[in-house]
């Protein structure tokens, strides 16, 4: 073991020893080297005669640049726009995305959370979790709904054993209606059964399940989610939250990494418009909340690769040396796999956080996306298509899913690419996902159409 690393695994021990116990092997071994990147900083600080330390050309005072680069870089000096960013980020983005975060979730305010560590898109800080916090066999609790990615990041990678549970409730259609109803919504199901909101007696059945004989769990929790577009109610995340933390209570170690990707994007007055992270952080010892959020989706800059990583845990204050140790450790995971993040794409997402208009640009744009959700939901209350699928309940986020009663969603999903030209995704046997983010809204009953007359044609 690297000394760098005994001394982080010692501050995380004496801070909060459940977290210690959370690592996977690598993630106790990783550390921060104190190579050239210390030294260069120092000379940062104190060469002010000549700094011959860093890997960068400079011309005049400034970095070398290329007319023909700069000239597209309107707007940027070379000094802005072409450096190395710092391993954790730009400061003052940091700085920026935590002031957004608690703009966002005002139940955070007070609450001991590390600063956010920029990382390259969410995908990227997801992996750093499932490196640091993942061993192999270690159990992952996933519902049936998932961002397939999640298997090529935790499975293929880190060798995490899934369990998983069904998503969304279904009760019978007995169309009571009344306190037994257990229903907030009224889609019917493939055999007359309503599908309900966020499965939550199957989650804890299935988190009690994982729990058993283990001293650890990772739970990965979505929403909105991808790839149906639900996104839960705050009685549905305050059960979740308090599921995570009787399982704390128990004595086993939860990893829960919150997945924010699409955050922001609520279309209905019942969703829960915080982040789960804002139930969880600070909640227990034995729980440590990760927040894993980007500028990806939420300030719609899906190449430039810009995403954050957040940690809490209870028992700790907010200056905890946890979220330092925590903090280097993940420094030494970008370190090693792609050194440092784009400060082209930092400088340009901190510019549209920092602006005056952004919260109302922002808004703008959900607008957009919330008109078509409600146009999907307009068209999909014709009752002919309801030979054909029924509507996974959505109110949130890019996408929502259809359930085909008659054909698979992949021979489907073929004909309405090669004979009507539309493009859908096959997620399951079954399912059918439609991302009415790139639709526009007036296109949205044809699409619909397009689908139903397909489906009627193979069904
Ligand atoms: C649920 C979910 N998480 C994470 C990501 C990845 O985000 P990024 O592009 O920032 O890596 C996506 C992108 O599709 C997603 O749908």
Request: net charge positive; with cysteine; proline share 5%.
């Amino acid at each position: 073991m690297n000394p760098l690393a005994t001394e982080l695994n010692e501050m995380i021990q004496k801070a909060n020893p459940h977290v210690y116990e959370m690592l996977s092997t690598l993630g106790r071994e990783m550390y921060f080297p104190k190579g050239i990147l210390t030294q260069s900083a120092e000379a940062k600080a104190k060469a002010k005669k000549h700094n011959a330390t860093l890997g960068v050309a400079t011309e005049g005072g400034h970095l070398m640049a290329l007319p023909s680069l700069m000239g597209q870089l309107k707007g940027f000096t070379s000094d802005e726009a072409l450096p190395y960013a710092p391993v954790a980020g730009l400061a003052e983005l940091r700085a920026a995305w935590r002031d957004k975060d608690l703009k966002d979730n005002p139940s955070l305010a007070g609450k001991s959370m590390s600063l956010p560590i920029v990382t390259n898109g969410l995908t990227h800080g997801l992996s750093i979790i499932a490196d640091l916090f993942c061993e192999p066999g270690d159990t992952l609790l996933l519902p049936d709904q998932i961002w397939g990615n999640y298997r090529l990041t935790y499975v293929l990678r880190r060798g995490a054993q899934i369990a998983t549970y069904p998503f969304f409730g279904e009760k019978p259609a007995c169309g009571c209606g009344g306190k037994a109803c257990l229903a907030p919504t009224t889609e019917q199901g493939a055999s007359g059964s309503i599908m309900t909101g966020f499965n939550l007696p199957a989650f804890k059945a299935a988190l009690q399940q994982a729990c058993k004989g283990k001293s650890k769990v990772l739970v990965l929790l979505n929403f909105p989610n991808n790839p149906t577009g639900y996104s839960i109610t705050r009685a549905e995340g305050e059960g979740i939250a308090a599921a995570l933390t009787e399982a704390a209570q128990g004595g086993v170690n939860v990893v829960a990494v919150v997945d924010d990707a699409y955050y922001g994007l609520f279309y209905e007055p019942e969703v829960m418009t915080e982040s789960l992270f804002s139930l969880l952080a600070g909640r227990h010892e034995r729980l440590l909340a990760v927040k894993c959020d980007a500028a990806t989706k939420e300030v719609f800059v899906w190449g430039l690769r810009v995403g954050f990583l957040s940690f809490s845990a209870g028992g700790v204050a907010a200056d905890s040396p946890l979220f330092t140790a925590l903090e280097k450790k993940v420094s030494g995971e970008i370190r090693s796999v792609m050194s440092n993040c784009s400060m082209l794409s930092q400088q340009a997402v901190l510019r549209s956080v920092k602006s005056a208009g952004f919260f109302a640009e922002r808004a703008a744009k959900k607008e957009i996306l919330q008109g078509r959700a409600r146009e999907v939901k307009r068209v999909l209350a014709d009752p002919r298509y309801g030979s054909a699928w029924t509507p996974y309940p959505f109110n949130s986020g890019y996408f929502m899913c259809v359930k085909l009663k008659k054909v698979s969603a992949e021979t489907l999903r073929k004909a309405l690419l090669e004979k009507y030209a539309v493009g859908t995704i096959a997620t399951a046997e079954r399912d059918l996902r439609v991302a009415f983010s790139c639709v526009e809204k007036e296109n949205i009953q044809e699409l619909f159409d397009i689908i139903y007359q397909a489906a009627s044609e193979l069904g």
